[in-house]
């Protein structure tokens, strides 16, 4: 599916501590331009661009973005993919990738207010109960997106202390559909994700990729 005329957005992403561009200053945009803010990031971190239009049925999210991500050293691929479609699946005003990979007190993906206030504090894997149980107290909504089988990871956080566990969001990602963005990556890509009734479409040319995202809950 192709979406056509919509709004463009720049996100940059560096997961490290610089998130500015070399100079400083983001680039200056053209006229009636979207403003492109470029990561400076370190030597070792790979840095991709994802061109992304978005059209989420469910959430009446429509959007085109330019998202600049680096790929920290200790990151899979698989965990890239995720938190790119993570981003993608909880796009709204005051979200930005943060530097979760290599600050611990951060997390993957926050969404904060106008004043600044943490939101939404979005991880991506497997976080174990503490970081959890400190992420509930840190921001009124907890979302997880998990690119992996996640049963025995679940069963692990049951009992465990986790502050608020009930309103705890898990969202299991198809690892089939993960895994075909893997075999597919490249540090350029250009694709429509559209989404409806938790099913995702991702296509590319002629190719369209599917798989579903599964909700979640801690058992009891």
């Known amino acids: 599916m192709t979406v056509g005329a919509l709004p463009s957005r720049a996100v940059e992403s560096s997961s490290l501590p610089n998130r500015i561009d070399g100079l400083g200053e983001p680039n200056t945009p053209w006229a009636g331009g979207p403003k492109v803010v470029y ?3 370190a030597l070792s971190s790979t840095m991709y661009v994802f061109a992304v239009r978005i059209a989420d049925a469910d959430r009446s999210i429509y959007e085109s973005l330019t998202l600049r991500v680096a790929q920290h050293p200790s990151e899979a691929p698989e965990y890239l993919v ?17 530097r979760g990979l290599s600050d611990p007190e951060e997390p993957t993906i ?12 979005i991880d991506v894997g497997a976080p174990e109960a ?7 107290k ?29 309103a705890l969001e898990i969202h299991v990602m198809d690892r089939g559909l993960v895994a075909a963005l893997v075999a597919r990556l490249a540090r350029r890509m250009d ?24 909700l979640r809950c801690l058992p009891t």
């Open 130 to 136: 503490p970081r959890l149980h400190k992420a509930g």
């Open 39 to 41: 990561a400076r990031m």
């Open 82 to 98: 995720t938190r790119v479609l993570a981003y993608c699946l909880e796009y709204t005003e005051g979200i930005t990738f943060s």
């Open 138 to 166: 840190a921001a009124r909504r907890v979302a997880v997106y998990a690119h992996r089988d996640a049963t025995s990871w679940l069963e692990r956080l049951a009992g465990e202390r986790i502050y608020r566990a009930e």
């Open 191 to 214: 694709f429509d994700l559209s989404v409806s009734e938790r099913t995702l479409y991702v296509s590319m040319g002629d190719e369209t990729l599917t798989g579903t995202v599964e």
């Open 110 to 121: 926050g969404v904060r207010d106008l004043t600044g206030v943490l939101q939404s504090w």
